[in-house]
């Protein structure tokens, strides 16, 4: 089954708005991992919210997890040019298990 | 926390040859994981390894593939006969210093592409 679909599929904003993604999954979850990709780069992790946890911040990053809807958000505030890139989520099932991503979300933000 | 290192960083093969793809971790971790993304598609999960030993695969991860940790130190992923299917970004992935269950680090990938 797909974890971790993540909408919109891209975002264009002006550098300065904030930036919200929202994922969606349908298993049980352990955790939900939000990871960063630019350009032909490597996977760069950026925030970890586990399933007994509502709220998470970090820096400019505020992800949010509703187990009851099964769906997460991630918050960009103050955008930058440089935070252009490809966000993806990812779920984890069980303490140990693999890492299940969605197919990602370009966002692009615009100086 | 050291970055994960892989070689190399492109591979251009024919099909029907078989590549080997390496990752370095750092000895004295014990989880590790292999993935593949698609130009353009989702990061897809291969195979985890863990003491020394496949804790899980997925559906893609079928007899042409393999993975060693040879010298207890570099981790491979062996590829045995190339498909053009089989062209795609391949990541390698560890966790922090003995904490599974968590957050992963990842290389910064082979390119691998099948002619």
């Known amino acids: 089954s797909q974890q971790g679909e993540e909408d919109p599929q891209a975002l264009s904003i002006q550098e300065g708005e904030n930036a919200t993604m929202n994922c969606s999954y349908k298993?049980?979850?352990?955790?939900l991992q939000w990871y960063r990709q630019n350009s032909g780069r490597g996977l760069v992790h950026l925030i970890l919210i586990r399933s007994n946890e509502r709220e998470k911040h970090s820096g400019r990053l505020r992800v949010t997890l509703d187990t009851s809807k099964k769906s997460s958000s991630l918050l960009i505030t103050a955008s930058r040019a440089a935070d252009t890139a490809s966000y993806f989520c990812?779920?984890?099932?069980?303490?140990?298990?693999?890492?299940?991503f969605g197919k990602g979300i370009t966002l692009s933000v615009r100086p | 926390e050291p970055e994960v290192t892989q070689t190399p960083s492109h591979q251009v093969t024919q099909m029907g040859q078989e590549v080997i793809l390496r990752c370095v971790p750092i000895s004295n971790h014990l989880y590790f994981y292999w993935y593949r993304q698609i130009l353009g598609q989702k990061v897809e999960f291969l195979v985890s390894?863990?003491?020394?030993?496949?804790?899980?695969k997925s559906e893609i991860f079928d007899d042409q593939f393999s993975v060693e940790r040879p010298d207890g130190s570099n981790f491979t992923l062996k590829i045995r006969s190339t498909k053009l299917e089989d062209s795609a970004m391949y990541f390698c992935?560890?966790?922090?210093?003995?904490?599974?269950?968590?957050?992963?680090?990842f290389g910064s990938g082979t390119q691998l592409s099948v002619l």
């Open positions: 298993t049980s979850i352990n955790n």
């Open positions: 390894f863990y003491n020394n030993e496949i804790s899980e």
């Open positions: 992935a560890r966790t922090p210093f003995g904490a599974p269950g968590g957050k992963l680090f």
């Open positions: 990812a779920t984890m099932a069980g303490a140990n298990s693999k890492l299940t």
